[in-house]
């Protein structure tokens, strides 16, 4: 069996702590997982919550964050050994398969899921020991400007608005509003428009919002300047001039902020879908009527299943989903800083730790 040998990671070792490197266990992968060399591992806001707001990781600190992971299998139990070479996504929640929750179809809310970075060591190192159950195949030819450490988004920032767009059945008929233009946001509106949706995006920065236009967006409205009352006539013009269906708007939440959550209610009307998509400890005061009043749904989604994983990948693969504006690549011993620099917001676009990647 293989041994894994001089790894490091950065672990949490108690909240409001910087991140801590360690050295990595030997990973030894019993016969249902795998080790996989991390290529690259997306900075998540889940990961800013559990290192500075107080979130309790489901495994007891010190614990190496990091859920948004692609790489190469290093080394392989007895019942995985097909995947042993290749390269890899891993997803974010991985089901166990057989739990009640896993046999009736609603695999993301498996109690004995495995998260990396939640239930066990994760990506935020140079390897991390996973279930191989759900992991999804990457070609290893890639596309020009498509490479394995930037495919790492596919395991969160990618599938999670996927998932939440594919359970909305969101077509080419439909008017949809992402808020936030961030990380998420940025990949759910080109999903979006891939399907053939008209798609607005509203954020309260004007760079991201410029890339969201480039990218699909047909309307970009800035909440800075703009408040909710001037962002529904401007979406209600949308819906008019959009030729597509005048009721049933399609919002997604994808900033993972109190103030956009507040923004994305506040836009339900008539017949209104809404879906949560980012995530915030925070709380915020909503009429929750409003959804019985404009007989609307507001529906979560909790990661994406890695069957759906393929299809995501797909369309990268194809081009429908550009990475390269979206990201940007730092070396994994900036670890610390990139964390701060994510709590602060003070990165436009969605930050990846690239173990091979020196300063
Ligand atoms: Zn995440
Ligand atoms: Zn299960």
């Not at 929640?93 to 109690?111: E, Y």
């Not at 954020?203 to 990218?215: K, T, V």
């Amino acid at each position: 069996m293989s041994r894994t040998h001089g790894g490091f990671g950065f672990q949490l070792t108690a909240p409001n702590k910087p991140l801590h490197l360690c050295e990595l266990p030997i990973l030894n992968p019993s016969p249902d997982d795998v080790v996989v060399q991390v290529a690259g591992c997306g900075v998540c806001h889940t990961d800013v919550a559990f290192a500075y707001d107080g979130v309790p990781t489901r495994h007891a600190l010190p614990l190496v964050l990091g859920h948004e992971i692609s790489g190469r299998v290093i080394a392989a139990g007895e019942n995985a050994a097909g995947w042993l070479g290749r390269s890899v996504i891993v997803p974010a929640v991985i089901p166990c398969g057989s739990c009640p929750a896993c046999r009736a179809g609603r695999v993301t809310i498996c109690r004995q899921q495995f998260m990396p970075g939640n239930d066990g060591d994760g990506g935020f190192a140079t390897h991390v020991l996973v279930p191989f159950r759900g992991l999804c195949p990457v070609p290893e030819s890639l596309p020009s400007g498509v490479t394995l450490e930037m495919l790492s988004v596919v395991a969160d920032a990618v599938t999670t608005p996927y998932e939440a767009i594919r359970r909305a059945n969101l077509g080419a008929e439909d008017v949809t509003v992402i808020v936030g233009a961030g990380g998420v946001g940025g990949f759910g509106v080109q999903i979006a428009a891939a399907l053939g949706a008209a798609v607005a995006v509203i954020d309260i920065d004007r760079e991201r919002l410029d890339l969201a236009a480039r990218h699909g967006a047909s309307l970009a409205l800035d909440a800075s300047t703009t408040d909710l009352t001037g962002l529904k006539a401007a979406i209600r013009t949308f819906v008019k001039e959009s030729g597509r269906k005048s009721i049933g708007l399609k919002i997604f939440e994808m900033s993972g902020t109190p103030a956009g959550q507040a923004t994305a209610f506040g836009l339900l009307d008539h017949g209104a879908y809404l879906g949560v998509v980012g995530f915030t400890p925070k709380s915020v005061e909503l009429r929750l009527s409003n959804l019985m009043a404009f007989d609307a749904t507001a529906r979560g989604n909790w990661g994406c299943p890695p069957d759906q994983y393929p299809d995501a990948l797909q369309m990268v693969l194809t081009g429908k989903i550009a990475l390269a504006p979206f990201v940007e690549l730092h070396s994994l011993a900036e670890a610390p800083a990139v964390l701060d620099a994510v709590a602060k917001h003070a990165v436009p676009r969605r930050a990846i730790l690239q173990p091979g990647r020196v300063i």
